[in-house]
């Protein structure tokens, strides 16, 4: 290609020119470490970056040489002019590389798809024409072609002590090669074709680390430096803090990971006693007070004050230590960290390391990094392990230690003047701001953000005899120490409630070993308080990466205890039961409980992790948000207790029944809808009985029979035949007089299925009813008008009963009722018969595999079969032979059994999370994000006030939303009949859904 008149044929205007990159340029140039020679890629007319380095140059002593590289013959000239005069700027008119280096058009094209760049802001034909242009301008101009090389040779230059890599568009990763060793690197349009390969090259260099990153300026630049090169000016600097008194053996730890540290640092050390003031007053009245065991004449006992007596020797750059006069306490614990602030006289991070929280400089690095490539961030939260003993450690969060509104507020971002309003917690504002602004408030980095990080510190609360003690004293925890023994040795079965053990524990915090958690301990004690050794940071890896490959549990499962939100009925008892069941088992290890605002059941032995509850108004949210924990907790395989699902994790389904679906209601209500995604995103399904497996095949063909296991429910251990005498401590207890029939459960349903009214108008055609009476447990606390009009003159109890008095109520009755018309299961039918009650039911769904033979089967609809079989049930004979049979049916079933059914799915499923041939995948994950899309656009349309046309666009995404949802519905239809092609389904009405979609994202996240 032949250009004329390229525009490399002109002078254009500086891009960096008095910004932020520049001032760092300038800075940079400046630097005592970099002294010998600098390098510009790409200097232009010498009026940007140029002239910041010139800048800095001119105030360093000395005076490195700066090699300038200019390709453009016209902007070579005018760099050239403006710089004659200063005899240490070298510049050339070259090629930083040979064209050969050049990418090819195929390799920009490739990029230009795959990478969401400055670059996509372009046509892809201006882009390919520009590659053309830097290449043919190359060649015609006949400059010299491997600049770089050329310089290096001419100077004998190893490496470069600084380079801006800020050439063609083209070339950045070529130059990188070439400058590679350099000790400062600079890549101007990082997040362009240019530096991006070479930003992610550094980024996972182990020899260099980033100082300095914007891309929201421009196209984004990086500043890496070299790990081995002393700390430069425009480095990010922190100043640590830390209070303590009696700090042994913690305090010996930190400059082990401290003196790693290649960049500014500084550690604050506060020596001394706090008086129980202000941030700390409170535990005065707790019991609180100073005593004299603890310090000697205001400071430590134990060493501590000698020891950082040697720090200072060894660190005097490093380290400073503040101590009131001899036999002086601070005046609370906020004097005390406020005495390092008024030292701390530049921008930094302030970070907080109380004694005996433990972290590593990678963590340190990381974190700090994080407030590089986000300058704006105020601020950073942490979640922490927080030992409460030498073994164990907290496994909950959104509890006591874990509060994420104030724990653990560890670093800020500083300015000199900022003061301390409060410590506990902390609270570090800027005073002369309206409001005395709180920096941690402003803008945080929050757990989610550090914890993808691997931001977890240690932190040894409760870890030493003498911290016990001291805890005791100062904070008036009474008994704390006794408390403390008492979790050694490790409870049997864990995890535990910490509240069972330290009885200022209020919630429903729980701890487990950490083994079960998966972590090694930085701090390692033998007998006494007195031995004591660390880790180095190699062997924690080690030991981390050892502890990974050969004792990760797999698999990871979750379960949302959603259920347990609004009801305590039959399913919540299953799962409490195959819960318990897995508690006693190895297996609890491997599972997590999703606890929806603290409703799930407390099981000692398994884990939980408490969540939001579920809002079935914002379902899209919820689906997103559990992937989220998925994400968090390392999940492999998802299970809910009542149809729930993440958007990636694979997922089991269980199947309880298909009432609204077999009694044809309208599924479109939010419960039903997501039962429906929660099967369509499954990957194996589990039903509690045959008749579910076979509804659930004949509903969705694309599941086959051979994939759905059957998992029988048990029965508790508690339903078993009773003493009369209990029984009739039952009765006198709800004044029960003579014989009852027994009602367990709902009275109606939904299109009353329950059937009840038909035993109803049954009960009144017996003849000799007057010493019979109805006793009725769940369902609604008042007897619907419609039954209590059909036998006015019959007592009937509505009683709430316990499981212990439900026992008693299924052993003293006459029979239990249970003419269903439909169930997936039938809990009652199993426990009536397990304490020897006769059942009278239906020989409908799931009935006859609970049943068995030892039921009284009738006709849901003939009154006079029912009427027979409540007076056969009377008879002596026919009732102690369906007691017997009863008895034998129920030992069929077990809990266990149950549990090991359901455990063998879930593992088998994680190993091989397959899905069904024909489920509609990827139209579930279009469904599941348009639901987000709506939940989170609704509000800030409506709360933002955006244009009526905005509004309506809205709803009619809403609409398209439900449209879609029955065209899910006639899917299942139509594959019955094996007539669909479920990829046909995106050639209509999608499209559209996309034109509307892709407008609420450019407006939500563009």
Same mark, same amino acid.
């Given at each position: 290609?032949?250009?004329?008149?390229?525009?490399?044929?002109?002078?254009?205007?500086?891009?960096?020119?008095?910004?932020?990159?520049?001032?760092?340029?300038?800075?940079?140039?400046?630097?005592?470490?970099?002294? =010998?020679?600098?390098?510009?890629?790409?200097?232009?007319?010498?009026?940007?970056?140029?002239?910041?380095?010139?800048?800095?140059?001119?105030?360093?002593?000395?005076?490195?040489?700066?090699?300038?590289?200019?390709? @453009?013959?016209?902007?070579? =000239?005018?760099?050239?002019?403006?710089?004659?005069?200063?005899?240490?700027?070298?510049?050339?008119?070259?090629?930083?590389?040979?064209?050969?280096?050049?990418?090819?058009?195929?390799?920009?094209?490739?990029?230009?798809?795959?990478?969401?760049? @400055?670059?996509? +802001?372009?046509?892809?034909?201006?882009?390919?024409?520009?590659?053309?242009?830097?290449?043919?301008?190359?060649?015609?101009?006949?400059?010299?072609?491997?600049?770089?090389?050329?310089?290096?040779?001419?100077?004998?230059?190893?490496?470069?002590?600084?380079?801006?890599?800020?050439?063609?568009?083209?070339?950045?990763?070529?130059?990188?090669?070439?400058? !590679?060793?350099?000790?400062?690197?600079?890549?101007?349009?990082?997040?362009?074709?240019?530096?991006?390969?070479?930003?992610?090259?550094?980024?996972?260099?182990? %020899?260099?680390?980033?100082?300095?990153?914007?891309?929201?300026?421009?196209?984004?630049?990086?500043?890496?430096?070299?790990?081995?090169?002393?700390?430069?000016?425009?480095?990010?600097?922190?100043?640590?803090?830390?209070?303590?008194?009696?700090?042994?053996?913690?305090?010996?730890?930190?400059?082990?990971?401290?003196?790693?540290?290649?960049?500014?640092?500084?550690?604050?050390?506060?020596?001394?006693?706090?008086?129980?003031?202000?941030?700390? *007053?409170?535990?005065?009245?707790?019991?609180?007070?100073?005593?004299?065991?603890?310090?000697?004449?205001?400071?430590?006992?134990?060493?501590?004050?000698?020891?950082?007596?040697?720090?200072?020797?060894? !660190?005097?750059?490093?380290?400073?230590?503040?101590?009131?006069?001899?036999?002086?306490?601070?005046?609370?614990?906020?004097?005390?960290?406020?005495?390092?602030?008024? %030292?701390?006289?530049?921008?930094?991070?302030?970070?907080?390391?109380?004694?005996?929280?433990?972290?590593?400089?990678?963590?340190?690095?990381?974190?700090?990094?994080?407030?590089?490539?986000?300058?704006?961030?105020?601020?950073?939260?942490?979640?922490?392990?927080?030992?409460?003993?030498?073994?164990?450690?907290?496994?909950?969060?959104?509890?006591?230690?874990?509060?994420?509104?104030?724990?653990?507020?560890?670093?800020?971002?500083?300015?000199?003047?900022?003061?301390?309003?409060?410590?506990?917690?902390?609270?570090?504002?800027?005073?002369?701001?309206?409001?005395?602004?709180?920096?941690?408030?402003?803008?945080?980095?929050?757990?989610?953000?550090?914890?993808?990080?691997?931001?977890?510190?240690?932190?040894? *609360?409760?870890?030493?005899?003498?911290?016990?003690?001291?805890?005791?004293?100062?904070?008036?925890?009474?008994? &704390?120490?006794?408390?403390?023994?008492?979790?050694?040795?490790?409870?049997?079965?864990?995890?535990?409630?910490? @509240?069972?053990?330290?009885?200022?524990?209020?919630?429903?915090?729980?701890?487990?070993?950490?083994?079960?958690?998966?972590?090694?301990?930085?701090?390692?004690?033998?007998?006494?308080?007195?031995?004591?050794?660390?880790?180095?940071?190699?062997?924690?890896?080690?030991?981390?990466?050892?502890?990974?490959?050969?004792?990760?549990?797999?698999?990871?499962?979750?379960?949302?205890?959603?259920?347990? +939100?609004?009801?305590?009925?039959?399913?919540?008892?299953?799962?409490?039961?195959?819960?318990?069941?897995?508690?006693?088992?190895?297996?609890?290890?491997?599972?997590?409980?999703?606890?929806?605002?603290?409703?799930?059941?407390?099981?000692?032995?398994?884990?939980?992790?408490?969540?939001?509850?579920?809002?079935?108004?914002?379902?899209? !949210?919820?689906?997103?948000?559990?992937?989220?924990?998925?994400?968090?907790?390392?999940?492999?395989?998802?299970? @809910?207790?009542?149809?729930?699902?993440?958007?990636?994790?694979?997922?089991?389904?269980?199947?309880?029944?298909?009432?609204?679906?077999?009694?044809?209601?309208?599924?479109?209500?939010?419960?039903?809808?997501?039962?429906?995604?929660?099967?369509?995103?499954?990957?194996?399904?589990?039903?509690?009985?045959?008749?579910?497996?076979?509804?659930?095949?004949?509903?969705?063909?694309?599941?086959?029979?051979?994939?759905?296991?059957? *998992?029988?429910?048990?029965?508790?251990?508690?339903?078993?035949?009773?003493?009369?005498?209990?029984?009739?401590?039952?009765?006198?207890?709800?004044?029960?007089?003579?014989?009852?029939?027994?009602?367990?459960?709902?009275?109606?349903?939904?299109?009353?299925?329950?059937?009840?009214?038909?035993?109803?108008?049954?009960?009144?055609?017996?003849?000799?009813?007057?010493?019979?009476?109805?006793?009725?447990?769940?369902?609604?606390?008042?007897?619907?008008?419609?039954?209590?009009?059909?036998?006015?003159?019959?007592?009937?109890?509505?009683?709430?009963?316990?499981?212990?008095?439900?026992?008693?109520?299924?052993?003293?009755?006459?029979?239990?009722?249970?003419?269903?018309?439909?169930?997936?299961?039938?809990?009652?039918?199993? /426990? &009536?018969?397990?304490?020897?009650?006769?059942?009278?039911?239906?020989?409908?769904?799931?009935?006859?595999?609970?049943?068995?033979?030892?039921?009284?089967?009738?006709?849901?609809?003939?009154?006079?079969?029912?009427?027979?079989?409540?007076?056969?049930?009377?008879?002596?004979?026919?009732?102690?032979?369906?007691?017997?049979?009863?008895?034998?049916?129920?030992?069929?079933?077990?809990?266990?059994?149950?549990?090991?059914?359901?455990?063998?799915?879930?593992?088998?499923?994680?190993?091989?999370?397959?899905?069904?041939?024909?489920?509609?995948?990827?139209?579930?994950?279009?469904?599941?994000?348009?639901?987000?899309?709506?939940?989170?656009?609704?509000?800030?349309?409506?709360?933002?006030?955006?244009?009526?046309?905005?509004?309506?666009?809205?709803?009619?995404?809403?609409?398209?939303?439900?449209?879609?949802?029955? /065209?899910?519905?006639?899917?299942?239809?139509?594959? =019955?009949?094996?007539?669909?092609?479920?990829?046909?389904?995106?050639?209509?009405?999608?499209?559209?859904?996309?034109?509307?979609?892709?407008?609420?994202?450019?407006?939500?996240?563009?």
């Amino acid at each position: 290609m032949t250009t004329k008149q390229s525009e490399l044929e002109s002078a254009i205007p500086p891009e960096i020119k008095n910004d932020e990159l520049y001032e760092f340029i300038e800075v940079l140039a400046s630097e005592v470490n970099l002294t =010998q020679h600098f390098l510009e890629i790409g200097s232009s007319s010498g009026g940007g970056s140029t002239e910041a380095f010139v800048k800095g140059i001119t105030k360093s002593s000395h005076k490195p040489i700066l090699h300038c590289m200019e390709v @453009s013959k016209v902007r070579f =000239q005018n760099l050239e002019e403006a710089y004659k005069n200063y005899s240490f700027v070298k510049v050339y008119n070259v090629s930083s590389v040979p064209i050969d280096r050049f990418p090819s058009v195929g390799d920009v094209i490739s990029f230009y798809k795959s990478h969401k760049t @400055s670059l996509n +802001q372009y046509d892809l034909s201006e882009v390919i024409r520009w590659l053309w242009q830097d290449i043919s301008y190359i060649q015609e101009s006949s400059v010299v072609q491997n600049g770089i090389q050329t310089i290096k040779e001419q100077y004998e230059i190893n490496t470069f002590d600084l380079v801006l890599i800020d050439g063609s568009e083209f070339t950045g990763e070529a130059e990188l090669n070439e400058v !590679y060793g350099s000790k400062v690197i600079i890549l101007d349009d990082a997040n362009s074709y240019k530096n991006y390969t070479a930003h992610h090259r550094l980024i996972n260099d182990e %020899n260099y680390e980033l100082i300095r990153k914007n891309f929201s300026l421009r196209n984004g630049y990086s500043i890496f430096k070299r790990k081995d090169v002393g700390s430069l000016s425009i480095e990010l600097p922190i100043h640590f803090f830390t209070i303590v008194l009696n700090g042994k053996p913690f305090i010996d730890y930190h400059i082990s990971f401290l003196k790693e540290l290649s960049f500014k640092w500084h550690w604050h050390i506060v020596e001394g006693v706090a008086d129980l003031k202000h941030d700390t *007053a409170w535990s005065v009245d707790a019991g609180g007070s100073i005593s004299e065991d603890f310090h000697i004449a205001g400071l430590s006992i134990d060493g501590t004050s000698e020891y950082l007596d040697e720090l200072i020797k060894l !660190y005097p750059q490093n380290i400073t230590v503040y101590r009131k006069t001899k036999g002086e306490f601070w005046d609370g614990k906020r004097e005390m960290v406020q005495a390092p602030l008024n %030292n701390i006289s530049e921008e930094c991070l302030l970070w907080q390391i109380d004694v005996d929280e433990f972290w590593t400089s990678e963590q340190i690095y990381s974190s700090r990094n994080l407030f590089i490539d986000n300058p704006n961030k105020t601020s950073a939260y942490y979640w922490c392990w927080y030992f409460v003993s030498r073994n164990l450690v907290v496994s909950t969060r959104n509890c006591y230690s874990q509060n994420p509104n104030q724990e653990w507020l560890r670093t800020w971002k500083f300015k000199p003047g900022y003061t301390w309003d409060a410590h506990e917690p902390p609270v570090l504002v800027d005073p002369l701001s309206e409001n005395r602004v709180n920096i941690a408030k402003v803008n945080p980095l929050l757990h989610e953000e550090t914890l993808k990080h691997n931001l977890i510190f240690q932190h040894y *609360a409760y870890f030493t005899n003498a911290q016990l003690k001291f805890k005791e004293s100062y904070y008036g925890y009474k008994g &704390a120490l006794k408390q403390w023994e008492s979790l050694d040795p490790i409870p049997q079965r864990l995890p535990v409630f910490l @509240s069972d053990y330290f009885p200022w524990v209020k919630d429903e915090t729980m701890v487990n070993t950490v083994d079960a958690l998966g972590i090694i301990p930085i701090i390692h004690y033998e007998d006494s308080d007195s031995h004591f050794s660390f880790l180095s940071e190699s062997d924690l890896k080690e030991a981390y990466q050892n502890a990974s490959r050969s004792s990760k549990k797999f698999p990871r499962i979750a379960i949302d205890g959603v259920f347990f +939100q609004f009801l305590d009925t039959g399913i919540a008892r299953v799962w409490k039961s195959i819960l318990t069941e897995w508690s006693m088992t190895e297996f609890a290890e491997n599972l997590l409980i999703l606890d929806r605002g603290g409703t799930a059941p407390r099981i000692p032995g398994i884990q939980y992790r408490k969540i939001k509850t579920l809002d079935y108004n914002h379902t899209g !949210y919820d689906c997103k948000y559990l992937q989220e924990i998925c994400d968090e907790e390392e999940i492999d395989l998802f299970i @809910s207790t009542y149809y729930t699902s993440p958007i990636i994790t694979p997922s089991t389904f269980l199947a309880y029944d298909f009432i609204p679906e077999i009694l044809g209601l309208n599924t479109s209500d939010a419960v039903w809808r997501e039962k429906l995604y929660s099967i369509l995103h499954a990957c194996s399904f589990i039903t509690i009985s045959q008749n579910t497996a076979n509804d659930l095949v004949k509903l969705f063909p694309f599941i086959t029979l051979k994939s759905v296991e059957v *998992a029988y429910p048990g029965v508790d251990s508690l339903f078993c035949p009773v003493l009369p005498h209990e029984v009739n401590e039952f009765k006198s207890k709800y004044k029960v007089q003579g014989q009852y029939f027994l009602i367990v459960g709902n009275r109606t349903g939904l299109q009353n299925y329950k059937n009840i009214e038909y035993f109803f108008k049954a009960f009144r055609e017996i003849e000799k009813t007057d010493n019979i009476s109805i006793i009725c447990t769940g369902g609604q606390s008042l007897l619907e008008e419609n039954l209590k009009r059909l036998v006015p003159n019959v007592t009937i109890h509505i009683l709430n009963l316990s499981n212990d008095e439900l026992r008693c109520a299924y052993a003293g009755a006459i029979a239990l009722v249970y003419p269903s018309l439909y169930e997936g299961f039938g809990l009652p039918v199993l /426990e &009536a018969m397990a304490c020897g009650c006769p059942v009278i039911a239906c020989p409908v769904a799931s009935i006859p595999e609970v049943a068995g033979n030892a039921a009284i089967y009738v006709n849901g609809y003939d009154i006079a079969e029912m009427t027979a079989a409540l007076s056969q049930v009377q008879i002596p004979t026919i009732r102690h032979q369906l007691i017997a049979e009863g008895l034998e049916q129920a030992k069929k079933f077990s809990w266990s059994r149950m549990a090991e059914t359901i455990q063998k799915v879930l593992v088998d499923t994680a190993k091989n999370p397959q899905k069904p041939a024909l489920a509609p995948e990827k139209y579930w994950e279009i469904i599941r994000e348009e639901q987000f899309i709506i939940s989170n656009s609704q509000k800030y349309l409506q709360s933002e006030g955006k244009k009526d046309t905005l509004l309506t666009e809205y709803q009619q995404l809403q609409t398209q939303h439900q449209q879609l949802h029955q /065209e899910y519905q006639k899917l299942t239809d139509l594959a =019955q009949q094996a007539l669909v092609d479920i990829g046909n389904m995106k050639e209509h009405r999608l499209f559209k859904l996309y034109s509307i979609l892709s407008r609420l994202k450019n407006l939500f996240i563009g």
